[in-house]
């Protein structure tokens, strides 16, 4: 069943040429995250205020279980939407204290209702013994989970989170959103949640939807992001991925360190990119070669290099950490990677099919 | 210490604005605007003949005596408040914590209470030095005069420093140690850094303490009427109250009000980016400097500005109204029943300076919450006209008042509520500072909080954002109060017969010389405004 469903949505803001959400649509079933994912003023926490009703749309239509809360001609404000809200600084109430808080959203409850439900949502974050307290008096992890119970109590369809780990210290990180996507997969909860942290996108999301510059480049499950990037911009965002410039050829994709094997649908020699990440590259030392290694980073495991080709690019390499190779020396790099690669042309994947 | 203070302006973004808070903001831009508007227009459309009058006689005069005093005090308050500041901040002299409040404390006293009792103790004739050195020497001693330009200048600058002193004080506070050291490491001796790099950083808190100071000037009345130096503020209340001639007045303010607007605008200007000097987590208090040798001077100078501008006024107010108190005759006359008694006069300051806060703190909520909450270039407009009443002294609103009232509301003439309107029109950028400030400490998402967890914007209002500002909304008030209790010029011009209040008594009685009659009142009306100051005080940074 469909919780949400985002068409067309589009938002100006005055002041600014360009739109900060441009023409936006996707759906959200019953019990999915999806976590929006993108660099800083992507449009991904605009989108989630206008799913809110924080902000009004310019254009487009947001549709709440098939009720239509933002169009041309309806404006649904927020408190009429029955939605959750985590806020990036918790924005919990520093005048009422963790059960005020939790309760606030409870309302045309008898006493005693309002009382289990708000102790049933602290005893479901594990703070039921800290209810007396006023948020000054929390340390940041409780104050992330008292922020999630309030959004929480009041049952809603959908829960928004903007980034809500943001404020943490990143020990601290690791444990709460391990927590918090346990809570939320307990409940059954619906989510929108927005990172601008890849990794911890991947993590939360059953799907992720990438922005950039007001536009949804991509939306799908975390392994497609990962592994089927269809823009330029995805494979560089998720996956930290090097570009190596190529031509189309004969006998696949010509680049400076050897030949893709790899055949494409476009005419001869278009120039194309080839996302390679430091596990699909691997060198030899070799004093003809056709780089060198400019630095080398220990990563615990294993090293990753650093090579600068002759032709001036840039690659990342890794290798076990048994072997150390000085920063300096002449090597000869290769594609080591035996899956097929993705490769752009004009920022848009091209091929993708053959995996 | 507080942990540096975060504002939540939310930049380039900008909400759906609310119709209800734009049409609300608007109608308190629109109260403030047209006594403003009414003076430019009285002033623009008077007969030319006055204009041609005034122009060959008075203006040119007014003018050069007016920018004269306001460049003498506010020089002068500027070296007296950042040299006190520099010694209570970063220096080591003892008893800091001590002339912290008394070098803030003066602000409590009204300036021509002041300029009262310095006339008392040294006009040439009959005052109470030249008596006593006379006594002394058997023969007249000469002292220095009180009246004209020096005396207003000296008596103005004792009273106004304490603007100066706060603003540097805490800027002084703020200045992060990593500054000064910095330049040390540079290689600059400790004077070249203080002119260098300290003072520079404190441009901003000067500029806006100097800002306060010129514009108290340009409104101040009761001064420079007792000490016989004509400025533009006096003479247009010679204008108003004794040749009852409305068109040469009119012609005055649009003057006087262009000059303060002409500062305002200054400040702007000179202000730019660098308004607020951030304290940061990381924030150490730059160290002290000994003073070694130089700790007796530095004690006489701060004894000296402190004996000046609370010491003696507070203690030869105190010794006259002890002896108001002994002499029945005296007594009598000063707890007369009825409408004349003292409990009344001091019920009419509290109930209207009262009045005047809660009515300017909540007009200045819409235009606060629209400027803070949605800013953009229509917003901003609202909230500094909401502010140009700083710019428009005591006299110029009074006479705004009686013509506007006279003609569009005659029920209120005579009114103490005109009196009121006075004092909400003119300290309503007080409010609005506050507001403003309180409102943009509160983070955004708590009210947006609210709303998700299914509050209207109203209820959101009364819920969540006013129980938060709250502390910062009473300290608007009581900075409100607090004026509108020192308040002259206006009441004196707008009460109705038989309203008088604390500072009007004071005047009265003063100027017909019964200053023992005068000291109880006028005790009271400073210890009444030392405690909204305290509370004021007690706010700030510095005297935590």
Redesign the interface.
Known sequence: MTTLEVQNLTKH????GEA?VNNVSFALQNSEILALVGPSGCGKT?TLRLI?????PDDGVIRLNDRVVASKNTFI?????G???V???H?L???LTVFENVA??L?RQTQKQLHETTTEMLTLVGLAHLAKRYPHALSGGERQRVALA??LA?RPVLI?MDEPFSSLDADLRHAVREQVRGILKSMCATVVFVTHDQEEALYMGDRLAVFQHGQMEQIGKPEQIFHASTTRFVAEFIGGSDFLTGETAPDGIRTAIGVLPQPLDLPMWTPVEIALRADDVDFTVDSAGNGMIAERFFRGAFNVYRLRLDTGQILHACKSHTELISPGARVRAYISAEHSLAVFWKGQAVSNESR | MRTGARAFHRL?????ISPRLTIAAGLVALFVAIPLGYIFFRAVTGEPEVWQRLLQTRIWTLLGNTLLLVAAVTSGALVTGVSMAWITERTDLPGRGIFRWMLALPLAIPAYIGGILHLTLLRSRGGLIPQLLESLFGQPIPTPSPLGFWGAAFILTIFTYPYVYLLSAAAFRSLHASLEEAARTFGRTPWQTLWRVTLPALRPGLIAGALLVALDILAEYGTVALLRYETFSSAIFVQLSGRYDRSAASVLSGVLVTLAIVILWGELRLQGQARFTQMESNWRPAPRHGLGKWKLPAFLLILGVISASLLVPVSVLAAWSIGAFLDPKTLASVFRTGSQGFGSFAWNSLWSSGLAAILAVTLSLPVALLSVRYP?RFSRFISRFCQVGYAIPGVVIALSLVLLVNRLLPFLYATPLVVVIAYVLRHMPQAVRASESALGQL?P??E??????????LQTLFQ?TL??VLPGLLAGGALVFLTSLKELPATLLLRPAGFDTLAVRVWVWAEDGFYMQAAPAALLLVLVSAIPLSFLLRREQVFK
């Open positions: 803001f005055t002041g600014s900060a605009t809110a009703g924080l902000e009004r404000p927020p408190e009429k939407r939605l959750g809200m806020f990036q600084d924005a109430f520093p005048h606030f959203g309302r309030r959004a009041p928004l | 380039n973004q900008q909400n759906s953009n983070s998402s708590l947006e909080a609210a709303r998700t967890l299914g509050r209207t914007s969540i129980p938060l």
